[in-house]
């Protein structure tokens, strides 16, 4: 037996999972409040605590952490076009693990510079102008971020003849140079800025969020857990050498502030009466939608889905719906603990799952052309994932999770939307694959194992 602690400091709660990557099983999870205002380390030896009463004392070979405490890593990224540039930049911090804040294009204003400022981002991905092109609007946005303040690090990832100038603009401030995020027109290169963005946390990030304390109780942080997450979705999707992996998917882990979604898929047009418009999408991507959550943002489900669709499906009045909403929204720990309650609950996860799903697919439209009639897509072609993946407490705890995770699903009423037609709703009950995202940077295939076993599937195909 080798036993490992995995660990997810996130803003609310501290997870362990226990884990033993020799038979491989899981051995255990639990999970206490964070105690990021004080010591984060009573939080987690309480939940240490919790998770011995199921296992017994054991003594760990290894124990890794991921964090997304005090609100993750919150960033801001500056382009030159907003379909391009700004766009990959977008992409490099959401595949990264951050929280995006900001985006800005062209030339930074000075109203721009107050945003920046008042977001109080704990990083800057500063791009723009492909190698060899523009160089005027990321040295006019180097010059302007020097004077923001903060003790933020600025990432360099544009235009690799203008990088040296941005670096003296910006030598008040801690920069990093690294690839440039879009090198030729159309072309992206967003895995250089994400390790960046990567070491970045692990450097300094760790010890601005509190996190520091726990290095001596771990082998490592590694990651923020968004990044964990992706990881465990690729290991999942894709396998590994002698363990395959269930193929491409769909995952929705939703939460009480936002909803993040993840796709591992190629979603490039499949028809050859199709042409494909923008940037093209990353094979493992992830998007955050930070106005969708079950409590803290309760309202942007309001907002996203409508009062009436919320009530017909929560089988409610549209008054008595809106009264439980602003309750909610004030108390934000409240669990439903009334039938309406439930209902309402069910509800909003539908819709939210729904919202989230539709922005992160792609879409498709058509038009004529002098050859005749002609597909557009935007965005990526989930319409043949056969797989969603379901995490986060408000869906893993409740009633009903594979029905509302149907709500992924294409429908006639959003024609154009390129989201999943029919697909299997694999749910994460034992709330693991952030801590499968950590095992699998050492032990990849224990993690792939543990994950096709504990993750358990409705059987439906519809």
Not at 42 to 69: F, H, I, N, P
Not at 331 to 352: E, V
Not at 436 to 445: F, I, R, S, Y
């Amino acid at each position: 037996m080798r036993p490992i602690l995995l660990i997810d400091f996130g803003s609310t709660y501290t997870k362990v999972t226990a884990v033993d990557v020799d038979a491989p099983a899981l051995l255990g999870t639990a999970s206490s409040y964070t105690t990021v205002q004080t010591d984060v380390g009573e939080g987690l030896a309480r939940a240490v605590a919790q998770l011995e009463g199921q296992t017994g004392k054991l003594d760990y070979a290894e124990r890794y952490a991921c964090s997304s405490a005090a609100g993750g890593l919150r960033m801001v990224t500056c382009g030159l076009v907003p379909e391009l540039t700004a766009e990959a930049a977008k992409q490099a911090s959401l595949g990264a693990g951050a929280k995006v804040v900001g985006v800005y294009s062209y030339q930074l204003t000075e109203d721009d510079l107050d945003e920046i400022a008042a977001a109080r981002p704990d990083i800057v991905l500063l791009t723009g102008g492909t190698d060899g092109g523009n160089r005027d609007c990321i040295l006019h946005n180097a010059e302007m971020l020097a004077g923001v303040p903060g003790d933020f690090p600025v990432v360099v990832a544009g235009n690799r003849a203008a990088a040296r100038g941005c670096q003296r603009l910006l030598a008040q401030k801690e920069t990093l140079l690294c690839e440039n995020v879009m090198p030729r027109f159309g072309v992206l290169n967003i895995e250089p800025a994400q390790q960046k963005i990567r070491d970045i946390f692990l450097d300094r990030i760790i010890r601005a969020k509190g996190l520091s304390q726990a290095s001596e109780l771990v082998s490592g942080i590694l990651m923020p857990t968004p990044s964990a997450m992706l990881a465990a979705m690729t290991l999942l999707a894709d396998g590994l050498e002698g363990e395959p992996g269930i193929g491409e998917l769909l995952a929705v882990d939703l939460g009480g502030a936002t909803t993040d979604v993840y796709s591992i898929a190629s979603g490039m047009p499949k028809q050859l009466d199709t042409v494909y418009k923008g940037l093209p999408e990353p094979y493992a991507k992830r998007t955050v939608e930070g106005d969708i959550g079950m409590r803290y943002s309760i309202h942007g489900i309001l907002e996203a889905a409508g009062l009436d669709r919320v009530a017909q499906l929560a089988e409610l009045p549209p008054e008595t719906v809106r009264q439980m909403v602003e309750d909610l929204a004030a108390h934000t720990d409240k669990l439903p603990d009334s039938a309406a309650g439930r209902q309402l609950d069910f509800a909003l996860a539908s819709l939210a799952v729904e919202t989230a799903v539709a922005r992160h697919a792609g879409t498709i439209e058509q038009t004529y052309t002098p050859v005749g009639l002609t597909y557009v897509q935007t965005g990526k072609d989930l319409s043949d994932v056969r797989r969603i993946i379901a995490t986060g407490g408000a869906l893993i705890h409740a009633p009903r999770p594979e029905e509302a995770v149907r709500h992924a699903l294409w429908s006639p009423a959003d024609p154009i939307s390129l989201r999943p037609k029919q697909a299997q709703v694999w749910v994460d009950r034992h709330y693991i694959l952030a801590a499968m995202g950590l095992l699998a940077e050492h032990h990849p295939k224990a993690a792939l194992q543990m994950m096709k076993r504990e993750l358990t599937c409705d059987g439906n195909s519809k």
